[in-house]
């Protein structure tokens, strides 16, 4: 019995570790890059800090519809066991393997990249240099999490301090530092119409508060998940959003709104202003500290969905192998590195391997978003007698306003995106075929669904409200 247990997934993650790795998943590169692009589609300096509230906001409606979903039904497969049960395995095999060969390993990919190509101006090896550098980070995290989740979830602890800590000495020098430097040049504002330029900053927020979601997949590791988990998405997007909002504070401060314009790399610019040449190179090492730490999270994160699809297939079984020793799912790391390695070996052969990957996972990932959102509604209506640790507050307005934000990025993600959005969709239809191999039997997570179902009502009583 013991080691029927032990090759099971485990609660040893505190609430403080769940917090840690989804605020480590979250602020990564993009808050280093995104700032002049929605500054250059916003009219003034209040919009430009509005649009960072109204983004958190929506980050914060998310999480609330996520909570609910990850109390009441914790599973290690994530938004993966959330569709599963709402819509059947057909359409969550289909999300597996979106997740598996385009949102998951297309992200972790991407994020190799920038850490590679931040790598390369520090340390140059040639014309492939941010590749091998990309390639490399991949297999080192890879291992890192294979040998455990202990492990793993240590890394995630240091590096997200030492990235928090970076951020907040921006934020320090920025708000209470003095430009010596002339500020960065101006650049002209966006032509388009105010509303669809307003549509773009968006899209670019939203996609630097991306990867909150990732925290469902820690449900089945978590200490006590049907009452934790809320606590951990509420606390973590509050995190964030102070954090954004007062680093984008800072930048504005210094470089103002037309410096953040014409500005490429927006944090070394006001660091170099205020702090000189030194300035500019503790923001590159923290830039490479938040890639390894988003990109850490991301792998960590991830190979649950292989765990989970796998044990839905007649097929790659030992991808569903959990392993007792390291309690991490180490084949489906294993999975994950492989095909994050194929692709990354794509992105050197067509030298634009960051955008690409960006672009085309955007569409696939906002349209299942947005079915894990419409699965909140589902399951309430398929399921009125189940227990429910935590219950999304405003409902049903809180999860209307959620799809309905999924439903217009999606619309602007293929909008914008083209071909490369084309492409995602592609890879999605091509998964049809697995389907073939599902394999009949209980829902995924049925055991533990079944002992949450026997808890006493009290249980919904007593869960504290956020």
């Known amino acids: 019995m013991d080691q029927h247990k ?148 240590n890394l995630q602890v240091v590096v997200t301090f030492i990235e928090v800590a970076a951020i907040a000495a921006i934020i320090l020098f920025g708000l209470f530092g003095t430009p010596g430097a002339a500020q960065a ?31 469902a997949y820690l449900t089945g590791e978590l200490k006590d998940a049907p009452r934790n988990i809320a606590r951990v998405l509420a606390l973590g997007t509050l995190i964030l959003v102070a954090l954004y909002t007062l680093a984008n504070l800072a930048l504005l401060s210094i470089l103002g709104l037309d410096g953040l314009r014409g500005s490429s790399a927006v944090a070394a610019d006001m660091m170099r202003a205020v702090a000189g040449p030194t300035g500019e190179k503790v923001v590159t090492i923290a830039i490479v500290v938040a890639a390894i730490s988003t ?17 839905d297939m007649t097929v790659m079984r030992w991808v569903g192998i959990w392993n007792g020793r390291g309690k991490t799912p180490a084949n489906g790391q294993i999975a994950q590195g492989l095909i994050a390695l194929a692709l990354i070996a794509l992105g050197a052969v067509t030298r634009d391997g960051f955008k690409a990957m960006v672009d085309y996972t955007a569409p696939v990932f906002w349209g299942f978003l947005l079915l894990v959102g419409l699965s909140l509604f589902v399951l309430r209506w398929r399921e009125p007698h189940r227990v429910l640790p935590y219950r999304v507050p405003l409902y049903p307005i809180t999860p209307i306003v959620f799809c309905l934000t999924c439903l217009y990025m999606l619309y602007a ?14 890879v999605l239809v091509a998964g049809a075929p697995i389907l073939l191999f599902r394999r009949k039997g209980e829902q995924p997570g049925q055991e533990p669904e079944r002992a949450l179902e026997r808890q006493p009502a009290r249980r919904a009583a007593d869960a504290d409200p956020i």
Not at 188 to 212: C, E, H, N, P, R
Not at 413 to 426: D, E, P, R
């Open 295 to 311: 990109l850490n999270a991301t792998i960590f994160t991830g190979s649950r969905v292989f765990y989970a699809m796998a044990r």
């Open 413 to 426: 993600s293929v909008m914008y995106t083209g071909t490369a959005a084309l492409i995602g969709i592609a």
């Open 185 to 215: 040049p101006a650049a002209a504002g966006a032509g388009a119409s105010q509303g669809a330029a307003l549509g773009m900053a968006m899209i670019f927020v939203l996609l630097t508060y991306g990867g909150w979601n990732e925290a």
């Open 6 to 153: 032990e090759s099971r997934p485990q609660g040893i993650l505190s609430v403080f570790d769940a917090v840690v790795i989804m605020v480590g998943l979250v602020i990564g590169v993009g808050i280093f890059r995104t700032p002049s692009i929605v500054a250059a589609n916003v009219s003034s300096e209040a919009m430009f800090i509005l649009v960072w509230l109204a983004g958190g906001l929506v980050t914060l409606v998310g999480a609330l519809c996520y909570a609910e979903l990850s109390s009441a039904h914790p599973d290690t497969g994530g938004e993966y066991h959330f569709l599963s049960r709402a819509y059947g395995k057909p359409v969550a095999m289909l999300f597996g393997w979106a997740r598996c060969t385009v949102i998951q390993t297309g992200a972790i990919a991407a994020v190799a990249f920038m850490l590679g190509d931040y790598l390369a101006q520090l340390f140059p090896l040639g014309p492939y240099g941010a590749a091998i550098y990309a390639a490399l980070s991949v297999a080192a995290l890879t291992a890192v999490n294979v040998v455990g989740t202990v492990e793993g979830k």
